[in-house]
């Protein structure tokens, strides 16, 4: 039952964390690596893009999971280049947002880089 709510508690503060990035005029750099960072654990994609006066994202999906290590210098991996279109910004990212364990412990992590907020804190 206490996962539950902890898991409630990190995904509204993603949630108003996404809020409070994309609705600024300027979209600071820290707040770019932010969004970067969410569309990348959700589409699995290698390189990202974003073009906020055009609305637009462009990334390369990585296709085979055992080919990329993020770890390490890939010469040889298998992408396909998708480029997407948005209206609203913070409406996208936040589906994006999913209820895994480990993209959790992904959002915890962000959460602590972004707001200084320990995620244990949350769970009170």
Do not use: W
């Not at 503060?13 to 990035?21: K, N, R």
């Not at 907020?117 to 769970?123: R, S, T, W, Y």
């Amino acid at each position: 039952m206490g996962n539950s709510r902890l898991t409630t508690r990190i995904l509204m503060a993603m949630d108003d964390l996404i809020t409070e990035s994309s609705t600024r005029k300027n979209i600071t750099s820290r707040f770019q690596d932010l969004h970067k960072s969410i569309l990348r654990k959700h589409y699995n994609a290698a390189d990202v893009e974003i073009d906020y006066h055009r609305q637009r994202i462009k990334m390369d999906v990585v296709l085979n999971d055992h080919e990329y290590d993020p770890k390490t210098i890939n010469m040889i991996v298998s992408t396909m280049p998708v480029n997407l279109c948005y209206k609203n910004l913070g409406s996208f990212l936040k589906t994006c947002l999913t209820e895994d364990v480990s993209t959790l412990a992904f959002y915890a992590t962000l959460l602590k880089q972004y707001t200084n907020e320990d995620v244990a804190l949350l769970a009170l």
